[in-house]
């Protein structure tokens, strides 16, 4: 990959959750299942994140990528229901590296 494309790609990776500011801890910290009221909460974060970030100038250029980090490629993810073909590769490395993540601290913790 260009150096360029990979460092808009590590920018979208450190603002991808952005929008998990505006979820209260008490949902993010909540040890069991969500109720789907919470979900739903937890589901506007993504959309919140590309909005954030399409109104700053200097990352235009990552929101939608930020945006789309829980999209699935058959149509089954969020905020869009966007299927593979409607999703970059920039997209679906955030999603893998943003899977990756959360996998890897849910085994450290046990």
């Keep these: 990959m260009e150096p360029l494309r990979i460092q808009r790609l590590y920018r979208a990776a450190l603002l991808h959750d952005l929008g998990k500011l505006s979820v209260s801890n008490t949902i993010l910290d909540k040890p069991g299942r ?3 009221e919470e979900f739903a909460v937890i ?3 993504s959309r919140l994140s590309e909005q954030i970030l399409s109104r700053i ?4 250029d990552i929101a939608r990528i930020a945006g789309q980090h829980h999209e699935k490629l058959d149509g089954s993810g969020y905020p869009d229901g966007l299927v593979a ?4 590769l920039d997209s679906h490395i955030l999603t893998v590296a943003d899977i990756y993540g959360a996998l890897s601290k849910n085994l450290s913790r046990n």
């Excluded at 100038?57 to 235009?60: P, S, V």
């Excluded at 073909?85 to 970059?88: C, D, G, K, P, V």
Aim: avoid cysteine; hydrophobic fraction near 30%.
């Design 57 to 60: 100038h200097r990352f235009e």
């Design 34 to 36: 969500l109720t789907p």
């Design 85 to 88: 073909a409607q999703l970059t």
């Design 43 to 45: 589901k506007g974060h």
